[in-house]
């Protein structure tokens, strides 16, 4: 290409800047564009939340720029969560402290259910009979009964949207990687290695109701480390095979944290796939290191790995965004079809070597507004070709403009006003909470767990978790 010549570095990083700063002045990652916000719903979603605790109120801080919802509601047990909530959200919501009473508000057409794990299924099987519309946080839920009974219920109302909080599902960076393995440019996607470590893990807060304020360390209310980290991983690795997990095998332990919590702290899982597919999930609290993405990012990421490349992925967050890394396999086997075209078999290889061929150099996973269209202005085009360099020469590396936290909740409001279907959706949401239940009793047993299993398991019926018992008044 003559531009490609004439374009110097100096060049390309003004462009790109210049490109970059109008992205950002246009969508500003975390916040609506202005254009979007000036057709403010004057049909927005009326919605209540109940938990407005860590997540709720992250929740509640993105909800605040997107004017397709209008919270009307809180629920919390405790007046602190309430208050934050009321904060970040502002406005007037009514103040609720049992969840009943926030559901029978006709007012409420849609409610987030961001309570602790153990509270997914009663919240969300009352707020669909209730008739609202659900997004509920991952896990979706959390006994092998309340699979069957989110099932046949939430089949049973059609017309109620059920939205399940795994977020990657709507972020721009893994829909181009899952693109790019439709494009078979990652040949046969075989493996997956996933880790979420941290260093240290969890800490026990020292706190009045210690046991309900740290929920996540106890098994009552929690699927510990599975639940909580992996459950985000697992549906990755799904998404990026294609196909949902045979049978599951692990080893388990509490090792390094021991303050009264009763969930493990050290796990490793091998997932089997069909067509020895696998994921090897990780879960550790003595290392925070990350050895994808060149190490550049701490704690959790994903390896997918094909014949003829590999991906290198990890989500963002308010702070960090996304980065997505191509590596192409550095001498692929031919394929069939390669072999058709040229007539030769498989070249012959020793079988010991002394060195391993070098690695190919990391490829940033391009996103679909860097993708040239043809239909580019000149401007448009320079700069889509500025930022390819820039990224081709490590100085820059293509972001999402928005964080997929906006765009899971846009997303939610669009379905629930246009009867549409979410991306993370029932089936979605309990394949994930069936890989995390089934992790759970592989390392608890210490057998590999097939799947299969889940069609008895829990068909007794749900029984619903009671709701913990309101906060004792302090005295004094
Ligand atoms: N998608 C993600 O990336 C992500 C990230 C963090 C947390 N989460 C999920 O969000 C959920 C909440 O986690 P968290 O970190 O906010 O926990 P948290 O303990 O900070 O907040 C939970 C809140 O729920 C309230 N609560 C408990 N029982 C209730 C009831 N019966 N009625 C009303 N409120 C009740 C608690 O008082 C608390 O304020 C969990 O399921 C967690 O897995 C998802």
Known sequence: MAEKKELTRRDAVKVAGAATLAGVAATQFGKAPA???????????????VGTGSRGTYLLKHLKGIDTGNCVA??????????????????????YKDYRELLADKNVEAVFVTTPLFMHFPVTKDALDAGKHVFCEKSLVFKPEEVHALRALATSKPKQVLQTG?????SAMYQAARQMIEKGMLGEVTYVQAQWHRNPGWKMKDVPNKKMANWRLFREYSGGLVAELASHQIDVADRMLGMTPEAVMGLGSQDFMHD?????????????????RRLVWTGIPTSSH????????????????????????????????????????????????????????EAFKAGATMVASAGSRPLPILLSKDLMTGQESFLEKEMKFARMWLYQKGILVPEEDRNPVDIELESFFRDVRTSGHPLADLEVGLQDSIAVILSNIALDEGRTVYFNEMEKLGKGGATPAKPAAKPAVKKG
């Open 74 to 95: 809180i629920c919390d047990l405790t007046d602190d969560a309430l208050g934050k909530a009321q904060q970040t959200i502002g406005g007037n919501p009514k103040r």
């Open 166 to 170: 795994l977020q990657r599902r709507y």
């Open 290 to 345: 990350w050895a994808g993405v060149g190490g550049a990012r701490t704690e959790m990421g994903e390896i997918i790995c094909g014949t003829k490349g590999a991906i290198h992925i990890t989500i963002g967050d308010d702070n960090n965004k996304p980065i997505g890394m191509w590596f192409r396999e550095p001498t692929p086997p031919p394929t069939a079809a390669d072999a058709k075209k040229t007539g030769k078999k």
């Open 35 to 49: 254009i979007l916000k000036a057709r403010a719903a004057t049909n927005a979603v009326n919605y209540g939340m």
């Open 260 to 276: 009264g919590r009763d969930i493990l702290d050290n796990v490793q899982l091998i997932y089997k796939y069909p067509k020895g």
